[in-house]
């Protein structure tokens, strides 16, 4: 079983929707949480963090169960530059685990 | 953005060829890493460097080599590079060992193995 597992997608939603989508991680150890964004033949790059109760970054609310062992992303009011793969990544024991990530399209 | 650079870029090679990618920094980071990414697959890590000359093993680090010699320049050889290497190959560097989660990353070097 792969440590951190992810619905690839691909999610397509038209501008201005809201899209959620969940990653599940093996490890209940596991102590911190991220989600890093990744454009297309790019470098990933942390799109923030996720913490216990929940936080937000502008349109980005992410969250985390530890009961069900899963974290999520929601995006509000989607934007094309929003079109991307998230990747969800799990520290546990020294090591950050990545998800293959989720592929979120916007259309126009 | 970090000032991180891979090179090469794109290489092609054949099987059985050695090959060497080089991942220069310019931030002055304690920790630099070499990650690979296929298709289903999230970024694994090969090999990682806590400093000059001092390395250690990933969760895929079979056919793999490292090195650093100075600060800013970690290398990853394949001593005989074979088809399953083709992949997209990533460093990233951080100055903390993934204690904030935040790696910074290189814009890849993707290498065809034929």
């Known amino acids: 079983r792969k440590e951190v597992e992810q619905d690839p997608g691909p999610f397509n939603v038209p501008e201005g929707a809201t899209v959620a989508f969940n990653c599940t991680y093996s490890?209940?150890?596991?102590?911190?949480f991220f989600w890093y964004r990744q454009d297309c033949r790019k470098e990933p790059k942390l799109l923030m963090s996720v913490y216990s109760s929940g936080n937000e970054d502008g349109r980005f609310t992410a969250q985390l169960n530890r009961a069900s062992q899963y974290i999520s992303l929601l995006i509000r009011d989607s934007k094309l530059s929003d079109s991307a793969t998230y990747l969800c990544?799990?520290?546990?024991?020294?090591?950050?685990?990545f998800g293959a990530g989720t592929t979120v399209t916007v259309r126009a | 953005d970090a000032g991180i650079t891979q090179s090469p870029r794109h290489k092609v090679t054949e099987t059985g060829t050695p090959v060497t990618l080089r991942c220069h920094q310019t931030e002055n980071h304690r920790y630099m890493y070499w990650y690979r990414q296929d298709p289903g697959h999230g970024l694994r890590l090969i090999h990682y460097?806590?400093?000059?000359?001092?390395?250690d093993k990933g969760e895929v680090s079979d056919g793999y080599s490292v090195s650093r010699s100075k600060t800013e320049d970690f290398l990853l050889t394949l001593e005989s590079a074979t088809s399953s290497q083709t992949s997209v190959y990533f460093c990233?560097?951080?100055?903390?060992?993934?204690?904030?989660?935040?790696?910074?990353f290189g814009e890849g070097s993707r290498l065809t193995v034929l």
């Open positions: 490890n209940s150890a596991s102590q911190s």
């Open positions: 990544v799990v520290k546990g024991d020294y090591k950050l685990s």
């Open positions: 990233a560097i951080s100055d903390y060992r993934d204690n904030t989660g935040e790696l910074f």
């Open positions: 460097s806590y400093g000059v000359k001092d390395t």
